[in-house]
């Protein structure tokens, strides 16, 4: 599904990033580095990549000067909405080749897994 939705102009650290913004709003690199269990230097190569391309803003931290807080820009925003779209066509095709005892051990698996995963 990754694959699915990435483009080639992005790395899948710039892809992974970029959507961990999505779903947890405005980060450090520090914080973002951490989550991703980069080293501070190379998220910071990633956050540059990122705010060349348009996807993110950096502005200084209010309560630490010594900080930035990263936050998506509309066409970053824009981009994990393509991404997303582009996972669930895959997804939705994929599944649309399953015959329906496949089909049945998906739903299987999908429900054991909500019963392990918070």
Known sequence: MREAGADD?????????LARLGKGGVST??????????RPQSM????????????????????DGRRQIIDLTDAGRARLVGQREAAAEW???ALSELDPDELATVASTIAI?????P
């Open 9 to 17: 102009d992005l790395t899948p650290s710039q892809a992974s990033a």
């Open 44 to 63: 910071a190569a990633t956050v540059d990549a990122l705010e060349s391309a348009g996807f993110v803003t950096r502005t200084p931290d209010p309560s």
């Open 91 to 93: 997804l939705e095709h």
């Open 29 to 38: 690199a520090s914080a973002l580095a951490g989550a991703e269990r980069v």
């Open 113 to 117: 897994l909500g019963r392990l995963l």
